[in-house]
């Protein structure tokens, strides 16, 4: 039962990330149906879902860093 719940968390990491969604001990444990206690118990996925909340925190900051450059190019070209 325990390889299944990992396995559900993985799952859930890929699905959270691709859908582009915040991932958070709560989230993950949403969309894999298991207790936030099951993540918090296993060393490897708590480590795993905090490592995906660092890329996808580090994912945004970087398409919002893009968007501004581009926004600031834009302007320039128009003035």
Do not use: Y
């Amino acid at each position: 039962m325990s390889g299944q719940k990992k396995e559900a968390v993985g799952q859930a990491l890929l699905a959270l990330a691709g859908r582009g969604a915040t991932i958070t001990i709560s989230s993950v444990a949403r969309e894999a149906a298991v207790s936030r206690e099951f993540i918090h118990h296993h060393p490897e996925l708590h480590a795993a879902v905090k490592e995906a909340a660092h890329k996808a925190r580090k994912a945004w900051n970087h398409d919002q860093a893009t968007d501004a450059a581009a926004a600031t190019r834009a302007q320039q070209q128009t003035a």
